[in-house]
């Protein structure tokens, strides 16, 4: 089996800064693992990393599509297993890095997601609930009632995959969750969770958020708006969503501001629902604020060179 590394955790520990650093150590190619980074104009307020911040590190999966554009989790799994395979052919470590549970887990657990077949008028019905917010609150209890599982782990936020898994239970007439069968991964895996004090990780995200309205998230929302109308599920992402309720005169900025901090830290807790610190799948390692924690790096670093170095199978 070949070795791949999954670097994973909660939003704005240090995922991105960290891989890169050991891909740097590793000669190693990263390929993103997180839902919003795949998406073309939302730059600033996924996180995504610049040119500057790449520092040479060639990246796989980022801007792939339009953000109206539909991109599944079986079409990452696929996409994610061609850039996996483009990069062991020229004898380098993928590195999968992000905090995305279902792209994550379809690669640790080899998931076999069936692909039902469109129905049209179905998928209008709850794509039109989506547009109203008593339509998205009916959304979420239909979800709830029909898989009580997915909607636990979903992102509330997420319309798109909110509609996907309403769809999926109705056609099937059983769970979301209760779909997909697990064959096991065709990759010999070590999976890396990064954690971080919780005070210590809501301030940093706090911070971010900050950075990205310094950096020009507004400007880059209201770019968006130009392209897709209010109701769009584009801004349905944490972020985008604030910030066009305050351009629409729904809200004061101050106010947009702190929901984009109370919907950060309440995703953190979501995320710890996929990557649990119980999961004994998931080696962790604990970072400090600073993004190029060297000392916890380099013991990373060598964690992953025993296991890439190692004959037998190591942890997956």
Same mark, same amino acid.
């Given at each position: 089996?070949?070795?791949?590394?999954?670097?994973?955790?909660?939003?704005?520990?240090?995922?991105? /800064?960290?891989?890169?650093?050991?891909?740097?150590?590793?000669?190693?190619?990263?390929?993103?693992? =997180?839902?919003?980074?795949?998406?073309?104009?939302?730059?600033?307020?996924?996180?995504?990393? @610049?040119?500057? %911040?790449m520092l040479g590190v060639p990246h796989h999966l980022l801007s792939l599509i339009k953000p109206h554009q539909v991109f599944s989790v079986a079409m990452y799994q696929q996409s994610a297993k061609k850039a996996i395979a483009d990069i062991l052919s020229r004898?380098?470590?993928?590195?999968?890095?992000?905090?995305?549970?279902?792209?994550?887990?379809?690669?640790?657990?080899?998931?076999?997601?069936?692909?039902?077949?469109? =129905?049209?008028?179905?998928?209008?019905?709850? %794509?039109?609930?989506?547009?109203? @917010?008593?339509?998205? /609150?009916?959304?979420?209890?239909?979800? #709830?009632?029909?898989?009580?599982?997915?909607?636990?782990?979903? =992102?509330?936020?997420?319309?798109?995959?909110?509609?996907? &898994?309403?769809?999926?239970?109705?056609?099937?007439?059983?769970?979301?969750?209760?779909?997909?069968?697990?064959?096991?991964?065709?990759?010999?895996?070590?999976?890396?969770?990064?954690?971080?004090?919780?005070?210590?990780?809501?301030?940093?995200?706090?911070?971010?958020?900050?950075?990205?309205?310094?950096?020009?998230?507004?400007?880059?929302?209201?770019?968006?708006?130009?392209?897709?109308?209010?109701?769009?599920?584009? !801004?349905?992402?944490?972020?985008?969503?604030?910030?066009? &309720?305050?351009?629409?005169?729904?809200?004061?900025?101050?106010? &947009?501001?702190?929901?984009?901090?109370?919907?950060?830290?309440?995703?953190?807790? #979501?995320?710890?629902?996929?990557?649990?610190?119980? =999961?004994?799948?998931?080696?962790?390692?604990?970072?400090?604020?600073?993004?190029?924690?060297?000392?916890?790096?380099?013991?990373?670093?060598?964690?992953?060179?025993? !296991?890439?170095?190692?004959?037998?199978?190591?942890?997956?």
């Amino acid at each position: 089996m070949e070795k791949i590394v999954i670097i994973t955790g909660p939003t704005g520990v240090g995922k991105s /800064a960290t891989a890169i650093e050991l891909a740097k150590m590793l000669n190693g190619e990263l390929v993103n693992a =997180d839902s919003r980074q795949v998406y073309q104009y939302m730059d600033i307020g996924t996180a995504k990393p @610049t040119e500057e %911040e790449m520092l040479g590190v060639p990246h796989h999966l980022l801007s792939l599509i339009k953000p109206h554009q539909v991109f599944s989790v079986a079409m990452y799994q696929q996409s994610a297993k061609k850039a996996i395979a483009d990069i062991l052919s020229r004898h380098n470590v993928p590195i999968i890095v992000g905090g995305s549970g279902q792209y994550i887990w379809s690669l640790v657990e080899g998931w076999n997601i069936p692909e039902a077949s469109p =129905d049209g008028k179905l998928r209008g019905l709850l %794509e039109k609930l989506a547009k109203t @917010t008593e339509g998205r /609150a009916e959304l979420l209890k239909q979800l #709830q009632e029909l898989d009580a599982v997915t909607y636990e782990r979903i =992102d509330k936020s997420n319309m798109r995959r909110i509609v996907r &898994a309403i769809e999926a239970c109705k056609q099937q007439s059983i769970p979301f969750s209760k779909q997909r069968s697990k064959s096991g991964s065709n990759y010999d895996i070590l999976l890396i969770g990064l954690t971080m004090e919780r005070s210590l990780l809501y301030q940093k995200v706090d911070e971010r958020v900050d950075n990205m309205l310094k950096n020009g998230l507004l400007q880059e929302t209201q770019y968006l708006l130009q392209m897709y109308p209010h109701k769009h599920s584009v !801004f349905a992402t944490i972020g985008y969503k604030q910030l066009s &309720a305050y351009i629409n005169n729904q809200s004061s900025l101050q106010e &947009a501001v702190q929901r984009i901090k109370f919907e950060t830290h309440r995703y953190i807790r #979501q995320q710890y629902t996929w990557f649990k610190p119980s =999961d004994e799948r998931i080696n962790w390692f604990t970072l400090h604020k600073d993004n190029r924690d060297q000392k916890t790096i380099v013991i990373i670093k060598e964690f992953i060179e025993s !296991f890439l170095n190692s004959r037998t199978k190591g942890v997956s």
